[in-house]
Nanobody, 113 residues
């Protein structure tokens, strides 16, 4: 059974930083592009950033503030978030972009003063 477990979220002030982690089990991520997504209650889940073997691509709203990375040996994906804004408040999820699996529980990020 494939499972993604996200962690690292929390409450942070505007301008602050967080590092999210995603641990995959039941699947070896090395063969797939991986991505982070986010979703607010009542909204559709939206794409944040992806990483292939090397290349990365991010949504316009990221504006170079977030950096995705992967550790295939540990079967993990990370999202380093800086200069956080209140509009970044969401639940963040990871998944394989090229071989989507069931969604995990996500990790809540709240940006507020």
């Amino acid at each position: 059974q494939v499972q993604f477990v996200e962690s690292g979220g929390g409450l942070v002030q505007p301008g602050g930083s967080l590092r999210l982690s995603c641990e995959a089990s039941g699947i070896s991520i090395y063969a797939f592009a991986m991505a982070w997504y986010r979703q607010a209650p009542g909204n559709q889940r939206e794409f944040v950033e992806r990483v292939g073997a090397v290349a990365k691509h991010y949504a316009d709203f990221v504006k170079d503030r977030f950096t995705i990375s992967r550790d295939n040996d540990k079967n993990m994906v990370f999202l380093e978030m800086t200069r956080l804004e209140p509009e970044d408040t969401d639940v963040y999820y990871c998944n394989s972009e090229t071989n989507p699996q069931s969604w995990g529980q996500g990790t809540q990020v709240t940006v507020s003063s």
